[in-house]
C-alpha cells in the first residue's frame, strides 16, 4: 500500500472523528469537510475521477455549505448547556463498535478472497455520459423528479408559516 | 222364602222400554234449565220442575201397565237396553236400564209420591227466597233417583247414587246460613261416604270377578247364573264365599245410605233440611234406596241357599235390620221434636224393610217400603203442616190442641199414623208389617228378631200416640195462633192418606198380587188364607201389639196438656233409662271420641308432616339451590370475572411496558436499528461458516 | 497497489465513526453529520468495489455512487429543512428532549 493511501486515510478517518467529537457545531461542520474532501482523494485514487469531482463539487460545495447554513439558522454556535453527548452516548459507542467489529471481521475473514490488484479501467466521461441517457436513463429521470421533489419539498418544510404560527 | 221364578229374556225391548231413560233424564233437564235461570223465576222453575215429573209419572204408568200386561198374560217381562260406553283393552264398560215388576213398582212409587211432595212444596217453601234453588235440587234429586232405580249397570246404578248423596247434602244444607245445617249437610254426607266405599269395593270385586258391570245381560249378567256360580266357588276369607263377601260389602253402602244401626247417626240431624226434602228424601225415596239396592242384587244376596234355608248375607242383613228397627224405636220415645221422632221412626221402619228383607225375601221387604213410603211421607207433610202452622215451632211441648185448629191435617196425620202403628185391617202399614212379622217368625235360625221386631212394632205404637197426644190432643201451648195450611199443601196429604189405606189391598193373604207380581207366579184370590190358624195367631199378635201400645201411650199422655217446662211422665217414671234414650245411646259421643277425635289427631299430623317434613324439605332443596346460586354468583364475579379482568390487566400493563419502548426519541430507534443490523449480519456470517 | 480490503477497512471505520456520531450527539445537524458520513462510507465501498471487481466497464458501481451523491444531496436539503422547521417550532435541536412520539 502507498504511502498517499495511508495519508489520505488518516485524513479521512481524522475529520470523521473531529466531525463526531468536537465540541463547537461549526469546527465540526469543517471537519466533516475535510473527511468529505479526504474521500474525494480515495475515490480519485480509485481511479473514479467523475465520481470524486462529483464528490467534491456536491458534498464539500453543497451539503457542507448547506450544513453551514443550518447551523447559522438554528444557532448552534451556542455550546448548549446540557453538553453536546447524550446522555447514554456509551450505549451508542458500544453499538458503533459493535458494527465495526461485525464488518471488520467479515473483511478480514474474506480479505484472501479479494483482489489485490485490478487493472486500470478505462473509463471516460463520455461513457459515463453516454450511459447515463442510455442504460441509467429511468434512475437519471427518477432522481431528476426527486431532487425536484426535494426541493420543493425542503422550501415548503423551512417555510415561515403564514398564519397561526406556534 | 219363596225362590223367584225365572223370567225368560226378553230378545227385543219394547217401544216403552227403549225410552225408559226419559224417565230419570226429564227431572234432570229440568233441574239445568232452573240453575240457568236467572233469579227469581218461580213460576218457571214451578212449571219446569212439575211439569218434567209429571211427564216422567206418566212414563212409568206406562211402563207399569207394559209390565203388568205381560205378568197377566203370563210371559213376564224383564227387558234391559244394555249399550257399551267406552272400551279399554279388552273389558267393557257398559251401562244400560231394566223394566221388570221391580223396577216399574218403584218407578210408579217414586215419582207419584215425588209429585205429590212437589205440589206440597209450592205451597211450603212460597215464603223462602231461594224457592228457584229448591226446586232445582229437588228436580235433581228425582232424576238421580230415578237413574237409581231403572239402572240395570251396577256402575250407573253407583253414578245416580253418588248424585242422590250430593242432592240430599244439598238440600240438608238448604239454609246453608245456619250452621247446625252446614254441619248437619257435611254429617250426612260424610256417614254415607264410608258405607260408599265398602259399596265401591263391592262393585269393583263384583266387576273384577264376573267380568261385566250389567246385572242382567241375556244370562251373561253379574247375577245371572253363570256368574252366580263362580262366584259362590270362588272363596274369599274367614270361609266365606266371594258371593257373600261382595253382598256384604254391597249392604254395607245400603246400610249408610237407609241408616242403619253403625251408619244411621245423620238421618235425624238431617231434619235441619226442610219439611218437604224431609219427607222426599228421608223417608220415602232416598233412604228407601238402600233398601232397593238389597232388592235389585237380592239374587247375589241370596245365593247358594237351599230351599226354604238362608245365606250369611241374608242373615247378617236381617240381624242389622232387626237391631236398627228395635234401638231407633227406643231413642224414639224419647225425643221431643217433632221431626226428629218421626226421624227415628223412619230408621227403625227401614230396619223392618231390611229385617224383611233377610227373613221374607225381596216381596215382603219391598211391600213395606211402598206403604211405608206413603204414610211416612203423609206423616211428615203433616208435620210440616203443624209446623207451618204453629208459625215454624217444631217442639212438640209447645204445641197440643190441633185438632180443631187443623182438621184436616189431623185426619190425615191420624191417618197416617195408624198405618205406621198397624193397626189391623184397615191399613196397608197392618198388611207389610204383618209379613215380615209372619217371615220372623218362621225363620229358621232364630226367634230373637222377631221378638225384637214385635217389641218394635209395641213401642212404635207408644211414641205415636205420644206424639200425637202431645200435638194434637190438651190444650194448645204455644205462643202464636195456629191456623190450618193452604189447599196446595192439605191436598196432597189427602191423596196420600187414601193411598195409606188402600195400598192394603194389594199385599193381603187372600190375594197376595204383589208378591205374586214380584215373583212372577200367578195371583190367585182365595178368602181361605184369612182362615189359617197361622194367619190367624199373627192377628191376634198384632191386635194385641197395638192395643198395648197405644193404651199404655193414651194412659200416660192423651189428653192431659203436659208444661212444656215439666219432664215428661215416662221421665218422672224412669229417670236414668229416660236420659239414655234421649240422649241417642250416645253414640254420636261416642264416634266423637273415637273415629272423629282419630280423624282430627290423624289431620294435625298430617298437617304437621306438611308444613314440617314435606315444607322442610321444600325449603331444604331452596336453601341449596340459594346456595348454588350464591356459589355460582361467586364463581362467576370472582373467578371468572377477575380471571377477565386479570387478564386484561395483565395485558394492559404489558402494553404499556412495551409502550415505554416507544421513547420518541429518534436516536433510541436508529440504536436498535443499528444493533439489529449487526446480529442480522453476524448470523449471516454464522451460517456462511464453510 | 493497496488491497481491496484495506479501502473497506476504510469505509467500514469511517460508517462507525458516522454511525456513533449519529447515535451520540444531542444536535440534530450532527446527527444527519453522521449520516452524510455513513452515505460516503458506502459510496466509498462501491467504488472499491467498482475497481477491483470484474466488470468495470459496465460501470455499475460508479453509477450508484453517483446517483447516491444526488440523493444524498437532496436529502441533505430536506432533512436540514425539517432541522430548522423544528428548531422554529421548539427553539431547540437537542434530540433528548424530542420525545412528542413518546408510547
Given at each position: 500500500m502507498s504511502p498517499v493511501f495511508y495519508l489520505v486515510s488518516a485524513m479521512t478517518v481524522a475529520g470523521a472523528l473531529a466531525a463526531v467529537l468536537l465540541k463547537p457545531l461549526v469546527h465540526c461542520a469543517l471537519a466533516v469537510t475535510v473527511a468529505f474532501a479526504g474521500l474525494a482523494f480515495l475515490f480519485l485514487s480509485l481511479d473514479a475521477q467523475f465520481a470524486g469531482f462529483a464528490q467534491i463539487l456536491v458534498y464539500i460545495g453543497a451539503v457542507a455549505i448547506l450544513i453551514v447554513f443550518a447551523i447559522l439558522l438554528t444557532k448552534g454556535s451556542e455550546l448548549p448547556r446540557d453538553g453536546v453527548f447524550s446522555r447514554s452516548w456509551l450505549a451508542g459507542v458500544v453499538i458503533s463498535a459493535a458494527v465495526f467489529a461485525a464488518l471488520g471481521w467479515a473483511i478480514l475473514r474474506s480479505a484472501w478472497t479479494l483482489p489485490h490488484e485490478a487493472a486500470v479501467p478505462v473509463v471516460t466521461v463520455h461513457d459515463i455520459g453516454v450511459a447515463l441517457v442510455d442504460r441509467y436513463v429511468l434512475p437519471l429521470e427518477i432522481v431528476a423528479l426527486l431532487l425536484t421533489a426535494a426541493t420543493i419539498g425542503a422550501v415548503i418544510v423551512a417555510m415561515h408559516e403564514k398564519e397561526g404560527a406556534k | 222364602m219363596q225362590a223367584a221364578t225365572l223370567f225368560t229374556p226378553q230378545l227385543a225391548a219394547s217401544p216403552i222400554a227403549k225410552i225408559l231413560w226419559l224417565i230419570p233424564a226429564m227431572p234432570i233437564v229440568a233441574s239445568g234449565v232452573i240453575s240457568l235461570l236467572k233469579q227469581p223465576r218461580r213460576k218457571a222453575a214451578t212449571v219446569l220442575s212439575i211439569g218434567s215429573l209429571s211427564f216422567s209419572l206418566l212414563l212409568s204408568l206406562i211402563a207399569f201397565a207394559h209390565v203388568v200386561a205381560g205378568w197377566a198374560q203370563g210371559a213376564a217381562v224383564r227387558e234391559t237396553v244394555n249399550f257399551t260406553w267406552f272400551q279399554f283393552g279388552s273389558t267393557t264398560v257398559d251401562l244400560g236400564w231394566v223394566l221388570d215388576p221391580l223396577s216399574s213398582v218403584m218407578l210408579v212409587m217414586v215419582t207419584f209420591v215425588g209429585l205429590l211432595i212437589f205440589i206440597y212444596s209450592i205451597g211450603y217453601m212460597a215464603h223462602d227466597e231461594n224457592y228457584t234453588r229448591f226446586f232445582c235440587f229437588l228436580s235433581l234429586f228425582a232424576g238421580a233417583m230415578l237413574g237409581v232405580v231403572i239402572s240395570n249397570s251396577i256402575l250407573l246404578l253407583f253414578m245416580s247414587w253418588e248424585i242422590v248423596g250430593l242432592?240430599?247434602?244439598?238440600?240438608?244444607?238448604?239454609?246453608?246460613?245456619?250452621?247446625?245445617?252446614?254441619?248437619?249437610?257435611?254429617?250426612?254426607?260424610?256417614?254415607?261416604?264410608?258405607?260408599?266405599?265398602?259399596?265401591?269395593?263391592?262393585?269393583?270385586?263384583?266387576?273384577?270377578q264376573t267380568g261385566t258391570l250389567l246385572f242382567y245381560n241375556h244370562g251373561a249378567g253379574s247375577i245371572e247364573g253363570w256368574a252366580l256360580t263362580g262366584l259362590l266357588a270362588q272363596p274369599a276369607a274367614l270361609g266365606l264365599s266371594a258371593a257373600t263377601a261382595i253382598g256384604l260389602l254391597i249392604f254395607a253402602g245400603a246400610a249408610g245410605k237407609s241408616g242403619q244401626l253403625p251408619l244411621h247417626v245423620w238421618l235425624p240431624d238431617a231434619m235441619e233440611g226442610p219439611t218437604p226434602v224431609s219427607a222426599l228424601i228421608h223417608a220415602a225415596t232416598m233412604v228407601a234406596a238402600g233398601v232397593y239396592l238389597i232388592a235389585r242384587v237380592y239374587p247375589l244376596m241370596q245365593a247358594g241357599a237351599l230351599a226354604g234355608g238362608t245365606?250369611?248375607?241374608?242373615?247378617?242383613?236381617?240381624?242389622?235390620?232387626?237391631?236398627?228397627?228395635?234401638?231407633?224405636?227406643?231413642?224414639?220415645?224419647?225425643?221431643?221434636?217433632?221431626?226428629?221422632?218421626?226421624?227415628?221412626?223412619?230408621?227403625?221402619?227401614?230396619?223392618?224393610?231390611?229385617?224383611?228383607?233377610?227373613?221374607?225375601?225381596?216381596?215382603?221387604?219391598?211391600?213395606?217400603?211402598?206403604?211405608?213410603?206413603?204414610?211416612?211421607?203423609?206423616?211428615?207433610?203433616?208435620?210440616?203442616?203443624?209446623?207451618?202452622?204453629?208459625?215454624?215451632?217444631?217442639?212438640?211441648?209447645?204445641?197440643?190442641?190441633?185438632?180443631?185448629?187443623?182438621?184436616?191435617?189431623?185426619?190425615?196425620?191420624?191417618?197416617?199414623?195408624?198405618?205406621?202403628?198397624?193397626?189391623?185391617?184397615?191399613?196397608?202399614?197392618?198388611?207389610?208389617?204383618?209379613?215380615?212379622?209372619?217371615?220372623?217368625?218362621?225363620?229358621?235360625?232364630?226367634?230373637?228378631?222377631?221378638?225384637?221386631?214385635?217389641?218394635?212394632?209395641?213401642?212404635?205404637?207408644?211414641?205415636?200416640?205420644r206424639q200425637i197426644s202431645y200435638v194434637f190432643f190438651g190444650a194448645y201451648r204455644g205462643h202464636n195462633h195456629a191456623h190450618e195450611s193452604p189447599r196446595v199443601m192439605t191436598t196432597p196429604l189427602a191423596i196420600l192418606a187414601f193411598f195409606a189405606v188402600a195400598l192394603g189391598v194389594i199385599g193381603t193373604p187372600a190375594w197376595p198380587w204383589f208378591r205374586a207380581f214380584l215373583d212372577n207366579r200367578a195371583a190367585d184370590v182365595s178368602l181361605h188364607a184369612f182362615a189359617e190358624p197361622a194367619w190367624l195367631m199373627l192377628l191376634l199378635t198384632s191386635c194385641v201389639i197395638v192395643v198395648l201400645g197405644i193404651g199404655f201411650g193414651w194412659t200416660l199422655y192423651g189428653n192431659k196438656s203436659p208444661n212444656a217446662e215439666a219432664p215428661d211422665a215416662l221421665e218422672r217414671a224412669v229417670p236414668w233409662i229416660w236420659a239414655v234414650l234421649r240422649d241417642k245411646f250416645y253414640v254420636d259421643e261416642f264416634y266423637g271420641a273415637t273415629f272423629i277425635a282419630f280423624y282430627e289427631w290423624w289431620a294435625r299430623v298430617a298437617d304437621w308432616l306438611d308444613r314440617r317434613v314435606w315444607g322442610g324439605a321444600v325449603a331444604a332443596v331452596t336453601w341449596l339451590f340459594g346456595l348454588w346460586a350464591q356459589l355460582n354468583r361467586f364463581l362467576d364475579t370472582n373467578v371468572v370475572d377477575g380471571t377477565f379482568d386479570k387478564g386484561c390487566e395483565e395485558i394492559s400493563t404489558g402494553g404499556g411496558l412495551l409502550a415505554s419502548i416507544q421513547s420518541g426519541r429518534v436516536q433510541n430507534y436508529l440504536r436498535i436499528l443499528a444493533l439489529a443490523v449487526v446480529a442480522l449480519v453476524a448470523i449471516l456470517i454464522w451460517s456462511s461458516r464453510p | 497497489m493497496t488491497p481491496l480490503a484495506s479501502y473497506l477497512l476504510v469505509a467500514a471505520l469511517v460508517f462507525a465513526i458516522g454511525l456513533a456520531g449519529a447515535l451520540v450527539r444531542r444536535n440534530a445537524i450532527l446527527v444527519l453529520i453522521g449520516i452524510e458520513l455513513m452515505l460516503n462510507a458506502a459510496n466509498l465501498n462501491f467504488i472499491a468495489f467498482w475497481r477491483y471487481g470484474p466488470h468495470p466497464e459496465a460501470l455499475t458501481g460508479m453509477m450508484f455512487a453517483i446517483f447516491s451523491i444526488a440523493v444524498a444531496a437532496a436529502e441533505a436539503a430536506v432533512g436540514l429543512g425539517l432541522v430548522i422547521a423544528i428548531y422554529r417550532h421548539a427553539q431547540t435541536t437537542d434530540l433528548d428532549k424530542m420525545n412528542r412520539m413518546k408510547g
Open positions: - | 242432592t240430599s247434602y244439598l238440600l240438608i244444607g238448604f239454609w246453608y246460613q245456619k250452621p247446625s245445617a252446614a254441619a248437619a249437610a257435611k254429617k250426612a254426607f260424610l256417614t254415607t261416604r264410608v258405607g260408599d266405599i265398602f259399596f265401591l269395593l263391592g262393585i269393583v270385586w263384583l266387576f273384577a245365606t250369611p248375607a241374608l242373615t247378617v242383613v236381617t240381624w242389622v235390620g232387626a237391631s236398627t228397627a228395635l234401638f231407633a224405636a227406643l231413642i224414639a220415645v224419647a225425643q221431643n221434636d217433632i221431626k226428629r221422632i218421626l226421624a227415628y221412626s223412619t230408621i227403625s221402619q227401614l230396619g223392618y224393610m231390611m229385617a224383611g228383607l233377610g227373613l221374607g225375601g225381596v216381596a215382603v221387604g219391598m211391600f213395606h217400603l211402598i206403604t211405608h213410603a206413603f204414610f211416612k211421607a203423609l206423616l211428615f207433610m203433616g208435620a210440616g203442616s203443624v209446623i207451618h202452622g204453629c208459625h215454624e215451632e217444631q217442639d212438640i211441648r209447645k204445641m197440643g190442641g190441633l185438632k180443631s185448629a187443623m182438621p184436616l191435617t189431623f185426619a190425615t196425620y191420624g191417618i197416617g199414623m195408624l198405618a205406621l202403628c198397624g193397626v189391623p185391617i184397615f191399613f196397608s202399614g197392618f198388611w207389610s208389617k204383618d209379613a215380615i212379622l209372619e217371615s220372623a217368625h218362621g225363620w229358621p235360625l232364630s226367634q230373637a228378631p222377631f221378638y225384637m221386631l214385635v217389641f218394635g212394632a209395641v213401642l212404635t205404637a207408644f211414641y205415636m200416640t | -
